[in-house]
């Protein structure tokens, strides 16, 4: 007969390595304390990772840097898939993954009309702000980052080649969405994201 310890540890490596499991996605097997303590049993034995508190996977370990953690993106989206919330990167973070900047922020910063919260991942922080849901009513996954990123960096220090870094990014919106999200931005950021359409039209 399985113990809780192995119907755990089948459910975690029969998916894709890099997997985040929380705690409750094994309450099948028992109650949250059983649970718990099996959880940490695994951990024990080097058998899964602990991503962070309440959260585990099986990561996959490279030879020279060992384990190899999931991102923040990957850590973020799984919180807001279990809390079927919506989450839209902001600041530095919106910068970074447009490649506006070299730089990846240990603080990560979300808008979320989930539950507001901050989660301690090693030495990076997931925070989540409460907004209004208007904020998150934006559709297109670049048109939203691309808001967030020029808000960031503020109508007058935005410099010409940012903003081509940014139109050339808005080329691959759906342009349903871009149009859409458009009226959802600021009018200093509408004008620079109406050039991507503009382009479309001429092309």
């Not at 940012?162 to 931005?185: M, Q, S, T």
């Amino acid at each position: 007969m399985k113990s809780i310890d192995d119907h755990i540890l089948e459910k975690i490596n029969n998916t894709e390595k890099g997997t985040i499991f929380f705690s409750e996605d094994f309450l099948d097997f028992g109650s949250a304390k059983s649970v718990g303590k099996a959880l940490e049993r695994l951990f024990n034995r080097g058998q899964i990772s602990r991503v962070a508190r309440g959260m585990y996977a099986s990561l996959e370990k490279h030879e020279l840097f060992g384990e190899i953690q999931p991102t923040t993106e990957e850590i973020a989206t799984a919180i807001a898939k279990r809390d079927k919330a919506r989450i839209l990167p902001t600041g530095a973070l919106a910068l970074n993954v447009l490649g506006l900047s070299t730089q990846v922020p240990l603080n990560a910063v979300y808008l979320t009309d989930g539950s507001a919260r901050t989660i301690k991942v090693g030495k990076r922080t997931i925070k989540f702000k409460k907004t209004a849901p208007k904020n998150l009513s934006v559709i297109g996954p670049i048109s939203s980052l691309v808001i967030q990123a020029l808000k960031n960096i503020g109508k007058d220090n935005v410099t010409e080649k940012e903003i081509g870094i940014v139109l050339k990014h808005l080329k691959k919106e759906d342009p349903v969405r871009l149009e859409h999200d458009i009226n959802l931005a600021p009018e200093w950021i509408r004008v620079i994201m109406r050039k991507a359409l503009n382009k479309r039209n001429y092309e």
